[in-house]
């Protein structure tokens, strides 16, 4: 089973395991993208994550269409199911047909698809498009071409919920959408999701996010609004946008970081669980289903753990949903936007759309239309709207947002802080820029802070080429030395508020919503730019920075 997102896929893991319990880990769910790296990487030797993503996907249309030992095990395929089709345009459509051509005849295929949640045409940074110009959605493919022989039904029985207002919204506000086009198909959406939430004054300065209830969905058009949203927050939340999805819990190197041979037993590791887990960093789950989730990615006969294979599991691009947190953060509401939300829902959703606006075109009109339906069915129980900012920010060529606050005299960005290439793992225990003593003083603090919201400052260090510290204010210890990227982004942002703006030499109120794990394959060269133990285990506690901070650039003369 295929879908679009990995939060769609984590759902569907989820309800499936709760319908038929273990016997659910006999199906293969995972993104499309997912499925087609496992393919690329165990039938071709040279496999590799270069060039883009098109070319990527043509190399594994041509071993699908022409390999034969993928054809023999797509001939081994019971059944195949495509879910968010309305959402698979371009190469990935091309990738889908082409698997479908390779299946046996007696293979079934079942597609599911609501034209209502297209959303992919616009993207959630800043008005950035993704979907190729004029390019048909797979499902469109599948109507047309007379071979495939698809047979089409409609699903009517709405199981999300019971509510009579959001029942209506799925179904008649859902009519409404798919019947109209043109000018003021988003005015007559907003009224009626409007007319049909539980309260449509919801405020966006007083949402009272230290009120809300854990699991409540806070969504969002733009990621800047909920970054800004999440920077003011006093209370434990967890983000859910993109580059700020699933990852590695930190029990994980708090478990493992000076683990240093390759197996360890059931027993050692529930000593290390009791010891140092339970100290601060506990999951939802227990020692129990932890060992049993980390034995199932690579578990030995003998009832042990292969911690190189575990490595090599963990460290892939996306982390494995077996074990990966759903949400980046803290328990408590969960700040997104709509399309990082798309596959997710909670019985309590805020809702905060965006006001009747001018659209470029009828077809961007349509395409925002639907991404505030998106949004408005994501609850089971409860939905609140409002109105959402109308300052929305921008973003530069690397995809970080910021919102110009000033380009007078004293020139002024929200700028965000966190993106996954901020900070590494050699800029948290490299051997170049610091001694071994006080990267393990950071990694110690880092361990105590791994449940509660820190915050930090951003020092450059002219000593190591401008680039940014990260400190505790107050303190002089280094929790770690930010990316050479994130010091061009500042000046690609500096160069936007005016000629002669520079970045400034501090950045306060930085902030981190607890820790978490980052992991290394055992042939990471990177092992050798590494103190130790962290070099040899492969296991390292860092912040989970997640900012939208005032930075104050200055300017010369």
Not at 183 to 198: K, L, P
Not at 231 to 239: D, G, I, N, R, V
Not at 385 to 390: E, L, N, Q
Request: aromatic share 8%.
């Amino acid at each position: 089973m295929v879908s679009f997102t990995r939060t769609a896929v984590a759902e569907i893991r989820a309800r499936m395991h709760g319908h038929v319990g273990d016997a659910a880990f006999a199906i293969k769910v995972a993104t499309l993208d997912a499925h087609a790296w496992t393919i690329h990487s165990g039938y071709d030797p040279s496999a590799s994550l270069t060039g883009s993503h098109d070319e990527n996907i043509d190399r594994v249309i041509a071993l699908v269409t022409s390999d034969a030992e993928v054809a023999e095990y797509l001939q081994n395929v019971e059944h195949f199911v495509i879910d968010e089709a309305q959402d698979l345009v371009g190469s990935r459509a091309d990738l889908i047909e082409a698997i479908i051509a390779r299946l046996s005849p007696e293979c079934g295929v079942t597609v599911f698809a609501d034209e209502a949640q297209a959303i992919y045409g616009f993207s959630e940074d800043e008005d950035r498009k993704s979907r190729a110009a004029g390019a048909a959605s797979l499902l469109d493919r599948l109507r047309t071409e007379p071979s495939y022989r698809f047979a089409g039904t409609a699903l009517e029985t709405i199981h999300r919920t019971s509510a009579q207002g959001l029942k209506r919204i799925f179904s008649e506000v859902r009519g409404t959408l798919l019947g109209s086009t043109g000018s003021g198909i988003f005015a007559r959406i907003r009224e009626a999701v409007s007319a049909n939430a539980d309260n449509c004054e919801l405020q966006r300065t007083s949402l009272g996010l230290d009120t809300l209830s854990n699991g409540t969905l806070v969504l969002f058009r733009r990621r800047s609004e909920a970054l800004e949203a999440s920077q003011f927050c006093p209370a434990p939340h967890s983000l859910r946008l993109s580059g700020y999805g699933a990852h590695l819990p930190s029990w994980l190197a708090v478990s493992f970081h000076d683990w240093t041979t390759q197996y360890i037993g059931e027993s050692t590791f529930l000593e290390r669980w009791q010891e140092r887990v339970e100290a601060g960093s506990l999951p939802d789950y227990g020692p129990q289903e932890a060992w049993i989730r980390l034995t199932r990615m690579a578990g030995t006969s003998d009832g042990s753990l292969d911690m190189h294979q575990l490595r090599r599991n963990l460290a892939r691009r996306a982390a494995p949903v077996e074990i990966a947190t759903a949400e980046f953060g803290l328990a408590g509401p969960v700040l997104g936007t709509i399309h990082a939300s798309k596959g997710r829902e909670a019985d309590s959703v805020l809702l905060l759309m965006p006001d009747t606006e001018e659209f470029k075109s009828s077809e961007d009109e349509e395409e925002e239309t639907r991404v505030l339906f998106v949004g408005s069915t994501r609850a089971r129980a409860s939905l609140r709207v409002g109105s959402a900012s109308k300052w929305t920010g921008s973003s530069i060529e690397s995809g970080r947002c910021y919102r110009t606050l000033s380009k007078k005299v004293k020139p002024a960005a929200m700028v965000e802080f966190g993106r996954p290439e901020d900070l590494g793992i050699e800029g948290l225990v490299g051997n170049a820029h610091q001694g071994a003593s006080d990267a393990a003083m950071a990694q110690r603090w880092l361990t105590k802070r791994a449940g509660v919201i820190s915050q930090f400052d951003l020092v450059r260090d002219a000593a190591q080429d401008w680039n940014f510290r990260l400190v505790i204010p107050g303190d002089n210890l280094s929790v770690g030395l930010t990316s050479p990227r994130l010091r061009q982004d500042l000046w690609e942002v500096a160069n936007v508020l005016g000629k002669g703006t520079q970045p400034p030499n501090r950045v306060p109120y930085l902030r981190a919503l607890g820790s978490r794990s980052l992991v290394f394959a055992p042939d990471d060269p990177i092992a050798e730019r590494l103190h130790a133990p962290w070099r040899d285990s492969g296991f390292v506690v860092a912040p989970r920075l997640a900012a939208f901070t005032r930075v104050g650039f200055w300017r010369k003369g």
